[in-house]
């Protein structure tokens, strides 16, 4: 009788697995297909971001690049100056040194991790299970006055200080529009290590039939946040590898 017991008990724990793995899949499925198709999130050759951020008063324009094939980085214009930063070229990482305004390879940690993010363009959930992510569906639960599925994603482990740590993000899905609306992850390192830092998105604007959110909020949850004003998204934008590559 009690291997009977134990023997309905797995398999009652089998079944309750797949049922929370299907509606997992179930809402990411429906944030593709509400936000231009799967087919299309997949033939996205890049993006370039127009933006802005607020500091002390002044204005500093952004412009933000990121491609399939992993190269990124963030152009910065202050005071007439174009400071590139987070700039990887597919192998190397580098970025400016403010007080130098010299042009720096990052360690070989950072790069490490950095090409671990080459893996997620244009979409973490995008074929996560070939990057050999897990999702799991944590529940029902409010963000930012909104009704949401609160999705666990872990990814490959990240290095920090020499030592490999799990990568876990939540991410929050608004429960009718299924689209993300919030993202919280645990600050591994810095000075604010151990911390929770939160994003949070709205105002979905379709671009040549894809739907980005216009609007971002980044800070330490529950303390100060910064938002990222963004003006313009484009799709497949034309770049030279001059533009990632590092200054000789």
Same mark, same amino acid.
């Given at each position: 009788m009690k291997t009977m017991k134990m023997a309905f008990l797995m398999a009652w724990l089998a079944c309750a697995g797949a049922v929370n793995a299907q509606s997992a899949d179930e809402i990411i499925n429906n944030y593709f297909e509400n936000t231009g198709g799967l087919e299309a999130w997949k033939n996205l050759k890049g993006i370039k971001?127009?933006?802005?951020?607020?500091?002390?008063?002044?204005?500093?324009?952004?412009?933000?690049v990121q491609l399939k094939d992993g190269r990124q980085y963030t152009k910065i214009t202050f005071q007439g100056q174009e400071i590139k930063q987070g700039v990887f070229d597919g192998t190397n990482l580098w970025n400016t040194n403010f007080q130098t305004m010299k042009a720096e390879k990052?360690?070989?940690?950072?790069?490490?991790?950095?090409?671990?993010?080459?893996?997620?363009?244009?979409?973490s959930f995008l074929d996560y299970k070939a990057k050999g992510y897990q999702v799991e569906l944590v529940g029902k639960e409010p963000f930012d006055g909104a009704e949401s599925y609160k999705l666990k994603l872990t990814r490959e482990p990240r290095t920090v200080d020499g030592n490999k740590v799990e990568d876990v993000l939540y991410y929050f899905f608004e429960s009718e529009s299924f689209v993300p609306i919030g993202q919280e992850s645990e600050i591994k390192e810095?000075?604010?290590?151990?911390?929770?830092?939160? +994003?949070?998105?709205?105002?979905?604007?379709?671009? @040549?039939?894809?739907? $980005? #959110?216009?609007?971002?909020?980044?800070?330490?949850?529950?303390?100060?946040?910064?938002?990222?004003?963004?003006?313009? +998204?484009?799709?497949?934008?034309?770049?030279?590898? @001059?533009?990632?590559? $590092? #200054?000789?």
């Open positions: 971001i127009s933006a802005k951020v607020n500091q002390g008063g002044i204005e500093i324009p952004l412009e933000i990052a360690d070989e940690e950072s790069t490490s991790n950095a090409k671990l993010d080459a893996n997620d363009f244009p979409d810095g000075p604010a290590k151990g911390q929770v830092s939160q +994003i949070k998105m709205s105002d979905y604007t379709e671009v @040549a039939g894809l739907y $980005f #959110p216009y609007s971002m909020v980044q800070g330490i949850k529950g303390g100060q946040s910064q938002p990222l004003i963004i003006e313009k +998204i484009e799709v497949n934008p034309v770049v030279t590898d @001059a533009d990632f590559a $590092f #200054p000789q």
